[in-house]
């Protein structure tokens, strides 16, 4: 009687996993770990939790005890039939770092094209998967090896040179002709549809094929004749004799040798008869010196059929060791469905275990295998190029590694997608916004920031001198000073967003009741707003297209004692702050607004075909897109550099891409350089949005009017005991206005910051002062401007005369007087102010109208302690033994350069 595994134990191997591995010590390294007694080195710590990487380990280690001998030795292998997709990556990515990892046990990846099908073969795809493969891992340390440098096709990351199955292809043929003379292996002239039937069922043994006991003589002499192009295709295969009666179709005398009268793109017309993957796969693993073969969970289930191919080939002296195959789970851009299939399955077909987990397997994937918000399937993108719904390959809303690139996602923040995602063998569903949340970690770190107009509205300051420009030295990056000052002109005509002014008088206001929007801060007619790093000015006159009425130029004043910030004393500070481009030294430039290329997460869902669902705004061309000088000086000079690399020897390892030159166009995304960009027309792509604009309510960011409400609460509604302490607290994002000395302590700054507060009416309340014992720690310039961290909930207080309402948190060192180094906490520029921060893996925060009472101001005491910032300079929350991460709707909190420090 068999013994089956109960539903709910299986079910919790395909359920996915909460924690990310973020390659840490997971089951595949513990799987090597123990087989080689070598320790793999540089992976993340993670909690000691993880059934999948313990109880996992222990089992897989069980069943084969064996030790290797050699290099740890790891192979990314597809076949060369189409572009590499995002599905791919997490393949590319884990076997270069489990090598990297096992580097004290001479860790190299190989990189290996299984060309075995010339049918769907080219040499075109040969290049893209070379090519992707060395940008994915461009930043990351190569494999070293004993040849001469590496040119042209080999020049790349991984170790050696390229290696081709088709360079194996008399090994492989002398591999059948062994098991042939061995009496496991046969010619079959079974047709397809007939070696179909009696292939048999899950449920059912198959039967033997009336050719099953040809002669070896026989066979051989057919064999050579199908090699020497006697027969056309279909006629005969070559079939491996195992089992017809194994619950594993896999061993059902599988066909390991066809006919194909193609072309090889490698080989030419040399062979007529080709091997199939799972009979080439273990060898050319063997003849590599692979250790350890890391597959997806779809070839789980033809391991059997692996390991009985390399052990023959291994007794019979053809390969010098046996490599050993892992599976772990597949990158799907999915959701999950229902599991009521897969514990019908067990319910219903007690046929034999082996049969039971394959069938669960197969459903598993047949249930969650929709795509999200994309297409993986290659039929489906072959479809979306030869349909011309897209561009090519290389269009920046496909998910292929060329579109991505092209659309200007770092290769490092494909590299974290992956990692977040983790190592299992649950099948992995991750939303496609946690790819995009990693486009904007990495940017947001990476970026320049610059001014780009994308639908201008021309302002005329009109006392302002006609020929004059004045320049601002701006800082590239607010958290980076490496990256030095850029200098924007300033002068009598500058454009603005045409989102920044609400025309009261016109047909918007007219539709909004002759009242401004709510909270807008912005340009109103006869309003005042502050035209960043500038100056404060006030229109006084709209000019309009008689044709619309819609305005077409703003005439302004512009205020000179306000320069650079300054609100002068006794007048009040003007709370809206815009980006603006001046006119005269402004370029013109075309913007491609790439969106999600379908509208629903499961294309095809609703119709069966998967174009129905395309999304008709998955690309906004804007023509008349004006940018800074400095974005279109770095521009020219990149395509200056592209030109010149392609006319020097071209190492193909050190390629230049236009989507390297990376802004965020302040307030309104992040953008890269197009490949078609040419010193006449420059094109710029939008990577992501700044925040995400298709999460749903309210999961992906807290909402600035529930924050309000929250704040002006007047009493608290939060039972103690119902929330945890740290979502009583309100952490919130602010930006710092103005930052001084206290007037009457040396040890003191005071400061007005913004925390998104609104008044009674509505409208932006007063910014809040805060008193904080950071002189002599942070200068006044590096404060003000800068988006900070502030706990909002605290009951003020008074220090040394002047009251307290709000607390800057920031990172200390340490270190006693004034060695100690103190930085504030970091917070992405596209979080708005006022948002709550959250807490990794956690509801959205609940805070207390106001920590006020003894119980409660003691909450901020337990929470303070156990506030850190971790390794990586992230801040994190420690919660009995979970370290959770602080964050908001565009990234984590982090500091910019102390590691490993207290919180406070």
């Known amino acids: 009687m068999v013994n089956l595994v109960p539903i709910a134990t299986l079910s919790l191997l395909f359920l996915p996993s909460a924690t990310s591995f973020a390659y840490a010590p997971n089951f595949i390294t513990k799987i090597i770990e123990q087989s080689t007694g070598i320790s793999p080195v540089g992976l993340a710590e993670v909690t000691k939790n993880d059934d999948d990487a313990g109880t996992t380990a222990k089992e897989e280690a069980s069943v084969d005890s064996k030790t290797f001998k050699g290099p740890i030795t790891t192979r990314f292998p597809p076949e060369p039939n189409g572009y590499l997709h995002l599905g791919h990556a997490k393949a590319v990515s884990f076997n270069f ?17 299984d060309d075995t099908n010339p049918s769907k073969e080219s040499e075109e795809y040969v290049n893209s998967i070379l090519e992707d493969v060395r940008w994915i891992q461009r930043g990351l340390d190569g494999f070293d090896d004993d040849n001469e440098q590496k040119m042209g096709e080999n020049a790349g990351p991984w170790y050696g040179n390229v290696r081709k199955t088709s360079d194996y292809f008399e090994l492989i043929y002398d591999a059948a002709v062994m098991l042939i003379k061995r009496g496991e292996a046969y010619v079959d002239e079974l047709t397809a549809e007939e070696m179909r039937e009696y292939r048999g069922t899950l449920t059912e043994g198959g039967k033997e094929s009336p050719w099953r006991d040809r002669s070896v003589e026989d066979n051989l002499k057919l064999f050579e004749e199908m090699r020497n192009g006697a027969y056309p295709e279909g006629k005969y295969v070559l079939r491996a004799k195992i089992s017809m009666s194994s619950p594993n179709l896999n061993l059902r005398d599988p066909v390991i040798y066809r006919i194909k009268h193609e072309s090889h793109q490698a080989t030419g017309d040399a062979w007529c008869i080709y091997p199939m993957y799972d009979f080439s796969h273990p060898i050319a693993d063997a003849v590599e010196g692979i250790t350890h073969s890391l597959c997806t969970l779809e070839f789980e289930d033809h391991r059997p059929l692996y390991d009985w191919v390399a052990e023959r080939c291994l007794e019979a002296g053809l390969v010098e060791g046996q490599p050993r195959q892992i599976e772990f789970s597949r990158l799907n851009l999915k959701s999950v469905r229902s599991w009521f299939c897969c514990h019908f399955v067990l319910l219903i077909f007690p046929f034999h275990l082996y049969t039971i987990l394959n069938t669960y397997f197969r459903c598993i994937r047949s249930s969650i295998i929709g795509d999200r918000y994309t297409v993986l399937s290659k039929r489906k993108l072959i479809k979306l190029v030869e349909d011309k719904h897209v561009t090519g390959w290389d269009d920046p809303r496909m998910p292929t590694l060329s579109g991505v690139r092209r659309r200007g996602i770092p290769p490092a923040a494909i590299r974290l997608f992956c990692e977040r995602m983790g190592i299992s063998k649950s099948d992995s569903n991750i939303d496609f916004t946690i790819m995009e949340d990693c486009a904007r970690e990495v940017l947001d770190d990476e970026s320049p920031r610059a001014f780009a107009i994308l639908d201008p509205l021309k302002i005329t300051i009109q006392n302002w001198d006609d020929s004059q420009l004045e320049d601002f030295a701006v800082t590239r990056h607010p958290k980076r000073n490496d990256l030095g000052d850029r200098t924007v002109p300033f002068g009598k005509t500058v454009y603005i967003e045409r989102s920044d002014f609400f025309d009261l008088e016109g047909p918007e206001g007219s539709a909004n009741g002759g009242k401004a929007p709510k909270g807008f801060k912005r340009l109103l007619p006869d309003g005042k707003v502050r035209l960043k790093y500038a100056y404060v000015i006030q229109c006084n006159e709209v000019l309009r297209d008689p044709s619309t009425n819609e305005p077409s130029e703003i005439v302004c004043t512009y205020f000179p004692e306000t320069r650079a910030g300054v609100t002068p004393e006794g007048e009040a500070r003007v709370a809206g702050i815009i980006q603006w481009v001046e006119a005269s030294t402004a370029q013109k430039c075309t913007v491609m607004q790439y969106d999600r290329l379908f509208k629903t997460e499961e294309p095809g869902k609703e119709t069966g075909d998967f174009i129905d669902d395309i999304n008709p705004d998955s690309l906004k061309v804007l023509h008349s897109v004006v940018i800074e000088p400095s974005v279109a000086s770095n521009a020219l000079d990149l395509l200056k550099s592209i030109e010149e690399s392609s006319t020097a020897v071209n190492e193909e390892s050190e390629k230049i891409y236009h989507s390297s030159l990376t802004y965020q166009f302040e307030r309104s995304g992040y953008y890269a350089l197009d490949s078609s960009s040419t010193d006449k027309n420059l094109v710029f792509n939008r990577i992501v949005t700044l925040r995400d604009t298709w999460a749903p309510e309210p999961q992906a960011q807290p909402q600035q009017e529930e924050n309000n409400k929250i704040q002006n609460k007047k009493s608290n509604p939060v039972d103690a005991s119902a929330v945890e302490d740290a979502r009583r607290v309100a952490l919130r ?34 910014p809040r002062t805060v008193v904080a014992g950071l002189a002599g720690k942070i200068s006044f310039d590096q404060l003000v401007g800068r988006k900070i961290v502030c706990i909002s909930n605290l009951k003020p207080a008074k220090m040394r005369g002047i009251e307290s309402t709000a607390m800057l948190l920031a990172a200390s060192d340490g270190k006693e007087g004034g060695e100690e180094i103190v930085e504030l906490l970091d917070v992405p520029d596209a979080v708005p102010n006022g948002e709550l921060i959250y807490f990794e893996n956690l509801p959205p925060c609940e805070p207390d109208a106001m920590l006020k009472s003894k119980g409660a101001l003691k909450v901020w005491d337990r929470i303070k302690s156990n506030l850190k910032v971790n390794e990586s300079g992230d801040a994190t929350y420690h919660d009995d033994g979970v370290v959770r991460k602080l964050m908001t709707s565009a990234g984590p909190v982090s500091v910019s350069s102390l590691r490993n420090c207290l919180i406070g």
């Open 97 to 113: 770092a489990v090598a990297r990892a096992f580097s004290a046990g001479g860790g190299r990846c190989h990189m290996r094209l």
């Open 733 to 766: 994002v602010a930006t710092i206005l103005e930052a001084g000395p206290h007037p009457e302590a040396d040890s003191l700054i005071m400061c007005k910051i913004d925390c998104g507060d609104t008044s009674e009416a509505g409208g932006p309340a007063e």
